[in-house]
Nanobody, 124 residues
């Protein structure tokens, strides 16, 4: 059993920044890759970023590349998503998820445990 607890969402103006955190418990955090996804109103959930278990590799959706940074602290069992230069189209519920032991994946089906999701709203 894995529990993921997210924090750091909220309301920010366009051009601003937010840092999302996702704390994991219940298993060896460092054994798996981690990912962030988001779901905007009326849209399907989409991949945002992923990080390997050792943090040596990362992957990003084209829409956030250069603005968002995924990182992790295995000693703290936490994965982060630093979001800079936010745009109104970044408004969504953001989810963290536990991925496979190897590789970086954008498909939801590769992820086994999900956080509760937290709203991020970017105003104009």
């Amino acid at each position: 059993q894995v529990q993921l607890v997210e924090s750091g969402g909220g309301l920010v103006q366009a051009g601003g920044a937010l840092r999302r955190s996702c704390a994991a418990s219940g298993r060896s955090f460092s054994s798996n890759s981690m990912g962030w996804f988001r779901q905007a109103p009326g849209k399907e959930r989409e991949f945002v970023a992923a990080i390997s278990r050792s943090a040596t590799s990362t992957s990003y959706a084209d829409s956030v590349k250069g603005r968002f940074t995924i990182s992790r602290d295995n000693a703290e069992n936490t994965v982060y998503l630093q979001m800079n230069s936010l745009k109104p189209e970044d408004t969504a519920v953001y989810y963290c998820a536990v991925g496979p032991r190897s590789g970086l994946w954008s498909a939801e089906s590769r992820y086994s445990y999900w956080g509760q999701g937290t709203q991020v709203t970017v105003s104009t």
